[in-house]
């Protein structure tokens, strides 16, 4: 079944807010859109039925031919992020329509959120996956190292999927069940309870289940 719209957002940061009984609840606060449809698909043309959105004004000067043209029949501007959501019937939208947070979702709805982790570089097998590592006195030789990895004998190979070390975080991560405590449509803030994955500015995109 095809997804539901959703939206793109910028992550601001977070901060703390009072519940009704007094409780400190802490809140990812989130610049989501306005967005702008640039875009329909069909299953007729393309095999499947979506609306493309841009987020994040951007001068035209700083956009390249193709895009500024294909931007153009929207009539809204250029975008610095684009992203496609399927929709069940892509005719109930129309080009260049603003997509704002309080069309989509109230107080207390649940959302999954995907975003782009942090980015650490290369790390090793302790802070990768969290490997406890060898002793610590100055007669042991072997501290922070990943350890045996292969066999003597058959199959004599490393398997796939071995835990070593290597690139980690920048990857999509996706919060699933993340519960909206607050809307502010007058600024197109959206409050949600708990941490978001990536860091103050990353873009991040909600779906409603």
């Known amino acids: 079944m095809p997804k539901t719209i959703g939206i793109l957002g910028k992550k601001i940061g977070m901060t703390r807010i009072y519940s009704d009984t007094g409780n400190v609840i802490g809140v990812t606060v989130v610049e989501t859109g306005p967005c702008y449809v640039l875009q329909k698909k069909t299953m007729s043309k393309e095999g499947y039925n979506a609306i493309q959105v841009g987020f994040g ?24 992020h684009v992203r496609e959501f399927r929709v069940d019937d892509p005719d109930q939208y129309e080009l260049g329509q603003k997509i704002a947070v309080a069309d989509l979702f109230k107080i207390g709805d649940i959302v999954d959120i995907t975003g782009t982790s942090k980015g650490k570089g290369f790390q ?86």
């Open 57 to 80: 004004a951007k001068k035209e000067s700083r956009e390249n031919k193709p895009l500024i043209g294909h931007f153009k029949s929207a009539g809204q501007g250029c975008f610095y």
């Open 124 to 209: 090793g097998v302790m802070k990768r996956h969290g490997f406890h590592g060898g002793p610590g006195g100055h007669g042991s030789n072997f501290h922070r190292a990943p350890g045996s990895i292969g066999m003597c004998a058959y199959p004599s190979r490393v398997v796939k999927g071995k835990k070593l070390p290597g690139r980690m975080g920048g990857a999509a991560v996706t919060k699933k069940n993340v519960i909206i405590i607050d809307i502010r449509e007058d600024d197109n803030l959206l409050l949600v309870k708990g941490p978001l994955p990536g860091s103050k500015s990353g873009v991040v995109q909600i779906n409603t289940k």
